[in-house]
């Protein structure tokens, strides 16, 4: 069965019956006995792209909080994502916050979690990495600090180190609203210090990008952006969940914890441009927040991004929507004269448009 396609359609009465979190459970234990099967994500030429030494086939990736524990990269890179984001992982195995965590706002075609980065630490995670490494594919990993850490940095520059020999990039998770305080690793200061200790050890081949969250003001903004410029970090990630809570129809929306899907959209997407704008696009940005067809991947490219991500999506389209979006963004390529994706990147923003 292959479960991109006619498997997520059977499957999907089915997992939206049970608790979120369970569904999750079922769908990593389906895809790990090999029942996603594989996505032929058709090949386009148009929509690679080089970027801080990597070549993507092409520019919509898996998110990660999805597998946060490295059960099934090689599953979700089959399902034609470009690349794919383990974690978030901390040094040492945490088992989150207390259930119910996660819980899908189906008329709001959202999500809300306050997981608390559950995972099975940086041990466990680098050996299932370490088994796959010569599987190939961009796989990225995504690094946090443990809830009861004394020294956050000293988690960041370990888990840097820890998985540098089996990371295509590492992402540096400063913007997660469930671990009490973490965010404030954003403020200029504190990040300053961050990036000194993590650049001061990472190997001159490991790409290091940073992920922010979505509601920064504008002067905070400013300050990652001037914290990030002359090479301190590869990229940044725009943006992770928002603890804002834009006008919401289910009755979920009560939830403590981080929104994300359709209603993150707009507020992300603004943070990307404003951030290409102030950088003059001098820092590549992937773009992640509501994307969940062609459309919304565009509108994410033309404001500034390089590449995309995404997670809630799937949980209401299932996988084919990567092969989908493919073919979508090929056309918008055609459609706009454009020869190749890098050549739309932000030209929303740029004075003359096309
Ligand atoms: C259940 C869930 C768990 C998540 N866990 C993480 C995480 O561990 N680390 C992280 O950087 N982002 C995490 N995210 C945020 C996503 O990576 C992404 O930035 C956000 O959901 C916006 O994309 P989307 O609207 O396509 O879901 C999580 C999101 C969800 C829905």
């Known amino acids: 069965m292959n479960f991109s396609r006619l498997g997520f359609a059977l ?4 997992l939206h019956q049970l608790d979120a979190e369970q569904a999750h459970k079922f769908t990593i234990a389906a895809l790990k006995t090999g029942l996603g099967g594989r996505d032929s994500a058709a090949n386009y030429p148009s929509l690679q792209s080089q970027l801080f030494g ?4 092409n520019p919509v990736g898996l998110a990660p909080g999805f597998d946060k524990n490295a059960e099934v990269p090689d599953a979700m890179l089959a ?7 383990m974690g978030t992982v901390t040094p040492r195995p945490q088992a ?18 306050r997981m608390g980065f559950n995972n ?6 680098f ?15 995504n690094i946090g600090a443990n809830k009861d850490s004394e020294d956050r940095i000293a988690d960041y520059v370990l888990g840097l180190q820890k998985f540098a020999s089996v ?22 200061d504190d990040l300053q210090r961050l990036l000194d200790q993590l650049n001061a050890k990472r190997p001159a081949h490991l790409p290091m990008l940073l992920k922010i969250a979505p509601d920064l003001s504008v002067d905070e903004l400013q300050d990652v952006a001037e914290c990030c410029a002359g090479g301190a970090v590869s990229a940044v990630i725009i943006s ?33 441009s404003l951030f290409y704008q102030m950088t003059g696009g001098a820092i590549p940005v992937i773009g992640a927040g509501g994307v969940a067809d062609a459309e919304t991947a565009w509108a994410k490219i033309i404001a500034g991004a390089s590449l995309v991500q995404l997670y809630s999506a799937l949980v209401y389209k299932g996988p084919a929507l990567v092969a989908e979006i493919c073919a979508g963004l090929s056309q918008k390529l055609v459609q706009h004269n454009f020869l190749r994706l890098q050549d739309a990147v932000g030209y929303q923003n740029t004075k003359s448009g096309k």
């Open 127 to 141: 050996k299932r990495l370490e088994a796959r490494r010569k599987h190939g594919g961009i796989v990225g990993v």
């Open 54 to 57: 990597l070549t993507f086939p």
């Open 120 to 125: 099975d630490g940086c041990d466990v995670v």
């Open 167 to 188: 990371a295509s990039y590492i992402t540096v998770n400063i913007s997660s609203p469930n671990t009490p305080g973490l965010r404030n690793l954003q403020a200029r």
């Open 240 to 272: 992770n969940t928002t603890i804002s809570r834009p006008p919401l129809k289910s009755i979920e929306a009560k939830e403590t914890g981080g929104l994300s899907g359709k209603p993150l959209f707009e507020l992300s997407t603004q943070q990307l």
């Open 79 to 85: 399902q034609g994502f470009g690349f794919v984001e």
């Open 11 to 14: 499957a999907k009465p089915f």
């Open 96 to 113: 989150g916050n207390a259930k119910p965590r996660l819980f899908r706002l189906a008329d709001d075609q959202a999500v809300i979690n």
